[in-house]
């Protein structure tokens, strides 16, 4: 640079050619072939009985086993096919990144609901449209997040880490919903701001 003052900091080439073709190639080729037959849990399950041991997830100091990330998100799926919540199709989770995400997103999957995330941030109002837009008055929290006031009264707000520090059941049989599975779970995406919400499907698996 100091022998050509005008070389744009764009156009220096801080590794070889060679070098960028192994990263491009071999480290970013992640490409697995798979049958197209299969869903998202049907690749977690297959993975689940081969590695239960190993980790999963790792969050801070803390680390999860692909057998503690399936027991407890069947205890999410199970608590989203009781009575009460059984015919909903979407599950609003309020949840910063965290093991409790997740997990959540992985018991919503089992039971073939739709997921759709909510910032925690939103103000409440904003809350207060996607929710009454979806129709659901179920709401997936951790911690204090469920604590925002009187507007929030006939939301149902639950605490993912209380379902999961209950005697709630362990294990999960999805047979019952398998053919709804195989098109879900979307994950609904909302945009941050418009005059009219607008929640577009996406197929993730």
């Known amino acids: ?23 491009k190639e071999n480290i970013n080729n992640t490409f697995k072939d798979y049958s197209s037959e299969k869903t998202i849990l049907d690749l977690f399950k297959t993975i689940v009985y081969k590695k239960t ?24 799926a199970n608590f989203l096919q009781g009575d009460l919540y059984r015919h909903q199709s979407y599950v609003t989770v309020m949840i910063n990144h965290c ?14 609901k739709a997921f759709v995330p909510i910032d925690v941030k939103w103000p409440e109002k904003r809350v207060l449209q996607v929710v009454e837009q979806l129709g659901s008055r179920l709401v ?21 880490k209380d379902l999961l520090s209950g005697e709630g059941n362990e294990e999960f049989c999805s047979s019952q919903i398998k053919k709804t599975i195989k098109y879900m779970p979307y994950l609904l995406r909302v945009p941050r701001a418009s005059p009219k919400l607008r929640l577009t499907p996406i197929k993730v698996c």
Not at 1 to 23: C, F, Q, V
Not at 55 to 75: C, F, H, P, R, V
Not at 102 to 109: A, E, M, Q, R
């Open 1 to 23: 640079m100091i022998h050509k003052p005008s070389l744009e900091i764009g156009s220096i080439e801080i590794i070889s050619r060679k070098e960028l073709d192994a990263i």
């Open 53 to 76: 041991g190993n980790t999963a997830l790792i969050y801070k100091d803390e680390k999860l086993t692909y057998g503690q990330l399936d027991t407890l998100s069947n205890k999410i």
């Open 99 to 112: 093991f409790e995400l997740f997990i959540s997103y992985l018991g919503v999957v089992k039971v073939g």
């Open 140 to 160: 997936l929290t951790v911690d204090n997040n469920r604590e925002m006031g009187n507007s929030y009264q006939g939301i149902d707000f639950f605490d993912v």
